[in-house]
């Protein structure tokens, strides 16, 4: 059964970067079809895609976030990252990792999240 | 403000039906496939709807998805506690901001 785990600190100050990491088990990250994206949740709030990226390292960025996002991988590790720079208090949010199944074209596995917060 | 409308809130006692609407444009919804997914409190969401109308193995078939041009709907038949949730609809959008987008999320309160 795949499984997606989300790590990286849950405090960032402000104008620092977030850098968190998703571990992709049970399974290749490296598999045809797949994407894998991050998306976060502000507290209270509504979902937001911020990005994809492909095992090749084809990437796709939500076009508000671009100028900040950076999402790599490593199959070697079996990991995707996200890199969001010069943050502030309005990136605090539960960030989830998760594989979009481009056969199905939907989010279908997700990570349990993790809180950022971003605060001095 | 989301690309994709749904209504904050709907609500139905237990045992009955609940609609809950996604509202979007030809370069969203008119154009691409709609998800649906269930966020119960404290858990990350979970797709239940896929390609407009499908639904992934292990999801009951009390959960319905339709599209009709530009909006998308979800049904929910036989209403239970545990159906009380957020639910967000989603799909590509091929504008100029091309990308993927969510609804802003409907609460469902089974009464």
């Known amino acids: 059964q795949l499984q997606l785990q989300e790590s990286g600190p849950g405090l960032v100050k402000p104008s620092e970067t977030l850098s968190l990491t998703c571990t992709v088990s049970g399974g290749s990250i490296s598999s045809s079809s797949y994407y894998w994206g991050w998306i976060r949740q502000p507290p209270g709030k509504g979902l937001e895609w911020i990005g994809s990226i492909y095992y090749s390292g084809s990437t796709y960025y939500n076009p508000s976030l671009k100028s900040r996002v950076t999402i790599s991988v490593d199959t070697s590790k079996n990991q995707f990252s996200l890199k969001l720079s010069s943050v502030t208090a309005a990136d605090t949010a539960v960030y989830y990792c998760?594989?979009?199944?481009?056969?199905?074209?939907?989010?279908?596995?997700w990570g349990q999240g993790t809180m950022v917060t971003v605060s001095s | 403000q989301s690309v994709l409308t749904q209504p904050p809130s709907v609500s139905a006692a237990p045992g009955q039906k609940v609609t809950i609407s996604c509202s979007g444009s030809s370069s969203n919804i008119g154009n691409n496939y709609v998800s649906w997914y269930q966020q119960l409190p404290g858990t990350a969401p979970k797709l239940l709807i896929y390609e407009n109308n499908k639904r992934p193995s292990g999801i009951p078939d009390r959960f319905s998805g339709s599209k009709s041009g530009t909006s998308a709907t979800l049904g929910i038949t036989g209403l239970q506690t545990g159906d009380e949730a957020d639910y967000y609809c989603?799909?590509?959008?091929?504008?100029?901001?091309?990308?993927?987008?969510f609804g802003g999320g409907t609460k469902l309160t089974v009464l």
């Open positions: 998760a594989r979009h199944d481009g056969d199905i074209d939907a989010f279908d596995i």
């Open positions: 989603g799909t590509w959008d091929s504008s100029l901001s091309a990308g993927w987008v």
